[in-house]
């Protein structure tokens, strides 16, 4: 009998957890904050977050998630047609592979060793026209020759670098 008035204790406390526990909201306190609205528009922004993720095109730059280190506003002019780069080789921390073109496409990289083993794959989709630089880390793999392979799913690029890790 004592075992059972046990189990029962236990089963109602576990039930009761939730009663008692600390429920935590979803929201961020941020030192700056606003909200624009216009008609069924509605663009909401804060400052003192970290980004964690970036979405961009040419006209303009959009980041998500929390604490921005700073802003960077760039006069580069950004390159005519359709092409990519890939640097700095030799590279040791990371690699940088440039997209620029004026129409929708999508991208296959890989990064390949020497021995013919594929280190990295990722792809990168764009719905218009495009000037994006996406960064590679490059740190954790060995010393040597390495190939990075990019192209399109239409086949109007297909490129492959071959780059030293130092």
Not at 72 to 88: Q, R
Not at 148 to 154: G, N, T
């Amino acid at each position: 009998m004592a075992k059972g008035i046990k189990i029962l204790i236990l089963l109602l406390l576990v039930s009761l957890e939730n009663t008692f526990s600390q429920q935590l909201s979803h929201q961020v306190l941020v030192p700056v904050a606003g909200v624009s609205t216009a008609g069924g528009f509605s663009y909401s922004q804060t400052s003192g977050e970290t980004m964690v993720e970036i979405i961009s095109n040419p006209d303009f730059v959009l980041t998500q998630g929390f604490q921005q280190p700073g802003m960077k506003v760039s006069s580069m002019v950004k390159p005519e047609g359709n092409g990519v780069d890939v640097y700095p080789n030799p590279v040791k921390d990371f690699v940088y592979i440039k997209f620029f073109g004026d129409a929708a496409r999508n991208f296959k990289i890989d990064i390949i060793s020497i021995t013919g083993t594929i280190i990295y794959t990722g792809t990168i989709n764009f719905a218009g026209s495009y000037y994006y630089i996406q960064k590679i880390e490059f740190e954790e793999y060995r010393t040597g020759l390495y190939f990075v392979r990019i192209v399109s799913d239409d086949g109007l690029i297909s490129r492959t670098f071959k780059i030293e890790k130092i």
